[in-house]
Each structure stands twice: as structure tokens, then as C-alpha cells.
């Protein structure tokens, strides 16, 4: 006990020159290295206990709840009693205790504890910040496509096919065809069809024709399938229904064979338009590839009229071509049950013959004019009495830009369309032409 009282004594008179936050420090220095000999002092006083503040700090405490007059007053003379609002006259030796809570309601750092912190605040760690609230759920709108939807259908080409008939014996037909072709986002085709047509013959008004047609072109597995209905509107007869398909069959790689029906007003003339005659015709086709430059092309027509009539029609034509140049063979055959011309209109021979040999040449005659020229030379046969056939060709196109063709075409023909009578002769003059613009 003497040997700690003197150690005390030498304690106070250190304090007694230093200022008091110099004795704070020191003490702490004390406190913290020699906790283990003020433990073995602090035995000697009753076994004191620990007290820890709320900033964590441990301060010795005697049995009887008080703090050790010394470290009491050491405590008071930093903080001050103004700050641990005791009265001034106060005994350090009153409880120690209510000491210890007045420190604990101190809003002070936490100096008694030696940490870096405690030297430099801002190196303090920061209590974790409260857990900010859930985002509110986002309310996205349904986010529309930069690209437009592609279109149902996209317009191909638009093709104008002009034709211009006149024969020697007054008879004139008219036809302006326009044909709008548009492909579908499957790969079908559809067509949209109209025109301008007009018809005229001596003995006969005249008769004008509006067609409006809608045509679909598409695949089946192998099949190639188009088909097509409209109307034929008439500026002083009924409206007729027309009707026409025509599938196509691959057999091996060079041959296809195809079906085609049609049924419609028979525009053979202004008189068979004012009869309202009327027909089916169905029949096969057959085209074969024999090689590159050779083909074969046939077909056969059945006919069957609403004025009781049947006709058939046979056509054949071989072709070779030699460079820019070709050679082709013609057959054709057409024969009905009954001769109706006189009171229907049309040319419908019992018996009627033609065969001919074509020879063309086909070429550039500049960089965007192409031409054909072609004449035929053969035989026709009408009643059994034969005569001569022959017909010359001319047909050019022009590439008026990359999305623009114009065709020209003429055509002289002897070849009978009609009954010329005894003594005469029969041609016919035919100007074509068709514009295509791509799209």
C-alpha cells in the first residue's frame, strides 16, 4: 500500500505541471500500458470491477460502485463540471457512479480510446447508411418497332400490252390492257387486271369492253398454279363472268406438261359480242427443252360454245436456234361440228390446215434496242383447197433506263381468220406493243 501511494504522489505532482490535456493523454498512456500492474494494484482495493462506457471504454471500479478518487477528479478537471453539470461544491468521492452516467450522456468523441480515427474524423467509418427503399417497378410501354411492319404486298412491275387488228374486210380490234403484278411476303403473286377494249365491224355497232380481272399466282409442292376471275363489262350489253387456270407439272428436269380451262366471253369480233357467245376451253400443253438451243412446244384445245358448237385445236412447233438465228417448224389444225359464221360470227371451219417453216433473227442493233424479224413460209388448207401461207414479223424493244421496256411490234398474215369467198384473198395487219416499268 505505501509503495502505491508513493507511486500516486509522483503521479499528482506531474499532474500538477502539465495542463490537463496533457494529463489526459498520460493517462491514457498509463492506462492502456499498464493495465495489467493498475490490475494488480487495484486487488489491494477490494477487488474493483470494470465499467464500460458506451464508446466502449473500460474504467476500474472499486466493490463499493465508486471510481478511484483520483481517476474521478483526473476525469473532472478535462471535462469539467459544467460539462457533467455537477454542482460545484460536489465531493469527487460522491458516487462514482452517477460520475459514469453523466459521461455516458456526453455527446463527445470517443477521445479515451486509441484508435486512428479518434486522431483524424475522417478517416472514421461511416455507420452503414439505411436501406434505401425498392425501386418503384418500372411501367415500360409497349415499345414500338423502329422498322415498320413490311407490307402485305410489295408492287412488282406494271405491264401495258397494246393490240391493234384490222383485216380487208372492215373488221377492227381494239385492246389496251394494263397489269399490275404484285408479290406477297410468301412468295405468291398476285395480278390485278383492267383495259380499255373496242370492237368494230361493217353491219355491227360498235361495242366497247372494260375487264376487270384478279389473278394468283403460287406453288403447291410441285405444281406452278395460276388462276384468275373478273368481269367483262360492256357499254351496251350484260356483264360477263370470266374465269381462267392453268397448272404447270415438272416431268424430269426439261419437260413440263400443264393443264389450262378458261371460260369467258368469246372476243372474236364485234358480232360474236353481240351474239353473247360464250365458251369453255381446256386442254394440255407440253413444252420440252431437248437441249439448249433446241424445243419443242405442243398443244391441244377443246372447245365447247353455249350456241352448241365444238371445236379442236392442235398446235406443234420445233425449234432450233444457231447463234442469233433460228428455224422453226409450224403444224396447226382446227376443225368444228358445225359451221356457225353466218349466224354467230365467228370463223369455225370443218377442216382447216396450216403448216409453215419460220425463219428469225434475233439481235442488238444498239446497246438498248433489241430486234426480231421473222417470216414463215408454208401451205394452208380450207375445204380441202390448198393455198399459200405466209407471214411476216417484225418486234423491237427498247431499254428506255433499267426499269423501263417498251416493245414495238408489227405483223402481216395471210393466213385466213374468216371466210374470204370465192375470188379473194384474206390479210390481216396486226400492230402490237407492250411498256413494262419495274419496280
Given at each position: 500500500?505505501?509503495?502505491?501511494?508513493?507511486?500516486?504522489?509522483?503521479?499528482?505532482?506531474?499532474?500538477?505541471?502539465?495542463?490537463?490535456?496533457?494529463?489526459?493523454?498520460?493517462?491514457?498512456?498509463?492506462?492502456?500500458?499498464?493495465?495489467?500492474?493498475?490490475?494488480?494494484?487495484?486487488?489491494?482495493?477490494?477487488?474493483?470491477?470494470?465499467?464500460?462506457?458506451?464508446?466502449?471504454?473500460?474504467?476500474?471500479?472499486?466493490?463499493?460502485?465508486?471510481?478511484?478518487?483520483?481517476?474521478?477528479?483526473?476525469?473532472?478537471?478535462?471535462?469539467?463540471?459544467?460539462?457533467?453539470?455537477?454542482?460545484?461544491?460536489?465531493?469527487?468521492?460522491?458516487?462514482?457512479?452517477?460520475?459514469?452516467?453523466?459521461?455516458?450522456?456526453?455527446?463527445?468523441?470517443?477521445?479515451?480510446?486509441?484508435?486512428?480515427?479518434?486522431?483524424?474524423?475522417?478517416?472514421?467509418?461511416?455507420?452503414?447508411?439505411?436501406?434505401?427503399?425498392?425501386?418503384?417497378?418500372?411501367?415500360?410501354s409497349p415499345s414500338e418497332s423502329s422498322e415498320p411492319e413490311p407490307p402485305v404486298g410489295?408492287?412488282?412491275?406494271?405491264?401495258?400490252?397494246?393490240?391493234?387488228?384490222?383485216?380487208?374486210?372492215?373488221?377492227?380490234?381494239?385492246?389496251?390492257?394494263?397489269?399490275?403484278?404484285?408479290?406477297?411476303?410468301?412468295?405468291?403473286?398476285?395480278?390485278?387486271?383492267t383495259g380499255f377494249n373496242s370492237f368494230e365491224q361493217k353491219g355491227v355497232e360498235s361495242?366497247?369492253?372494260?375487264?376487270?380481272?384478279?389473278?394468283?399466282?403460287?406453288?403447291?409442292?410441285?405444281?406452278?398454279?395460276?388462276?384468275?376471275?373478273?368481269?367483262?363489262?360492256?357499254?351496251?350489253?350484260?356483264?360477263?363472268?370470266?374465269?381462267?387456270?392453268?397448272?404447270?407439272?415438272?416431268?424430269?428436269?426439261?419437260?413440263?406438261?400443264?393443264?389450262?380451262?378458261?371460260?369467258?366471253?368469246?372476243?372474236?369480233?364485234?358480232?360474236?359480242?353481240?351474239?353473247?357467245?360464250?365458251?369453255?376451253?381446256?386442254?394440255?400443253?407440253?413444252?420440252?427443252?431437248?437441249?439448249?438451243?433446241?424445243?419443242?412446244?405442243?398443244?391441244?384445245?377443246?372447245?365447247?360454245?353455249?350456241?352448241?358448237?365444238?371445236?379442236?385445236?392442235?398446235?406443234?412447233?420445233?425449234?432450233?436456234?444457231?447463234?442469233?438465228?433460228?428455224?422453226?417448224?409450224?403444224?396447226?389444225?382446227?376443225?368444228?361440228?358445225?359451221?356457225?359464221?353466218?349466224?354467230?360470227?365467228?370463223?369455225?371451219?370443218?377442216?382447216?390446215?396450216?403448216?409453215?417453216?419460220?425463219?428469225?433473227?434475233?439481235?442488238?442493233?444498239?446497246?438498248?434496242?433489241?430486234?426480231r424479224l421473222a417470216a414463215t413460209l408454208g401451205q394452208q388448207r380450207l375445204r380441202g383447197?390448198?393455198?399459200?401461207?405466209?407471214?411476216?414479223?417484225?418486234?423491237?424493244?427498247?431499254?428506255?433506263?433499267?426499269?423501263?421496256?417498251?416493245?414495238?411490234?408489227?405483223?402481216?398474215?395471210?393466213?385466213?381468220?374468216?371466210?374470204?369467198?370465192?375470188?379473194?384473198?384474206?390479210?390481216?395487219?396486226?400492230?402490237?406493243?407492250?411498256?413494262?416499268?419495274?419496280?
Amino acid at each position: 500500500m505505501k509503495n502505491w501511494l508513493q507511486r500516486y504522489t509522483f503521479v499528482k505532482l506531474i499532474w500538477g505541471c502539465l495542463q490537463p490535456q496533457w494529463i489526459l493523454i498520460l493517462s491514457l498512456g498509463i492506462w492502456t500500458l499498464g493495465v495489467d500492474k493498475l490490475q494488480a494494484v487495484t486487488e489491494n482495493s477490494a477487488s474493483p470491477q470494470q465499467v464500460t462506457t458506451e464508446n466502449s471504454i473500460s474504467l476500474p471500479v472499486l466493490e463499493n460502485g465508486n471510481l478511484p478518487p483520483k481517476v474521478t477528479e483526473a476525469i473532472i478537471s478535462v471535462t469539467g463540471r459544467e460539462n457533467l453539470h455537477l454542482p460545484p461544491d460536489s465531493s469527487v468521492d460522491g458516487s462514482s457512479l452517477e460520475l459514469h452516467d453523466k459521461l455516458k450522456s456526453l455527446d463527445t468523441p470517443p477521445f479515451l480510446m486509441a484508435a486512428p480515427q479518434n486522431f483524424n474524423p475522417e478517416l472514421r467509418t461511416p455507420p452503414p447508411p439505411p436501406p434505401s427503399p425498392p425501386p418503384p417497378p418500372e411501367v415500360t410501354s409497349p415499345s414500338e418497332s423502329s422498322e415498320p411492319e413490311p407490307p402485305v404486298g410489295v408492287i412488282e412491275n406494271i405491264q401495258i400490252d397494246f393490240r391493234n387488228d384490222t383485216d380487208n374486210f372492215g373488221q377492227r380490234n381494239q385492246f389496251i390492257e394494263p397489269t399490275a403484278q404484285f408479290r406477297l411476303m410468301n412468295g405468291n403473286i398476285i395480278r390485278l387486271k383492267t383495259g380499255f377494249n373496242s370492237f368494230e365491224q361493217k353491219g355491227v355497232e360498235s361495242i366497247t369492253n372494260i375487264p376487270i380481272q384478279v389473278g394468283w399466282e403460287g406453288k403447291i409442292d410441285q405444281l406452278t398454279v395460276q388462276t384468275a376471275v373478273g368481269v367483262d363489262l360492256f357499254n351496251r350489253l350484260p356483264t360477263a363472268l370470266n374465269f381462267n387456270t392453268k397448272v404447270d407439272v415438272p416431268i424430269g428436269q426439261n419437260v413440263t406438261l400443264s393443264g389450262a380451262v378458261e371460260q369467258g366471253p368469246y372476243k372474236f369480233n364485234a358480232q360474236t359480242l353481240e351474239n353473247q357467245i360464250t365458251a369453255w376451253r381446256y386442254g394440255p400443253n407440253l413444252y420440252w427443252q431437248i437441249d439448249r438451243n433446241t424445243s419443242l412446244f405442243s398443244l391441244l384445245r377443246f372447245g365447247s360454245y353455249n350456241d352448241g358448237n365444238f371445236e379442236q385445236q392442235s398446235f406443234s412447233r420445233l425449234e432450233r436456234k444457231f447463234g442469233q438465228f433460228s428455224v422453226a417448224a409450224n403444224l396447226f389444225n382446227w376443225s368444228y361440228t358445225r359451221d356457225r359464221e353466218q349466224q354467230s360470227g365467228y370463223f369455225s371451219p370443218s377442216d382447216f390446215l396450216v403448216y409453215n417453216a419460220e425463219l428469225a433473227w434475233e439481235g442488238d442493233v444498239f446497246d438498248f434496242l433489241s430486234c426480231r424479224l421473222a417470216a414463215t413460209l408454208g401451205q394452208q388448207r380450207l375445204r380441202g383447197k390448198f393455198d399459200n401461207a405466209n407471214t411476216y414479223q417484225a418486234r423491237c424493244t427498247a431499254k428506255l433506263s433499267p426499269n423501263l421496256e417498251a416493245d414495238l411490234g408489227y405483223a402481216f398474215s395471210n393466213v385466213q381468220n374468216r371466210e374470204a369467198g370465192a375470188g379473194s384473198s384474206y390479210n390481216n395487219n396486226s400492230l402490237t406493243g407492250q411498256l413494262r416499268v419495274k419496280f
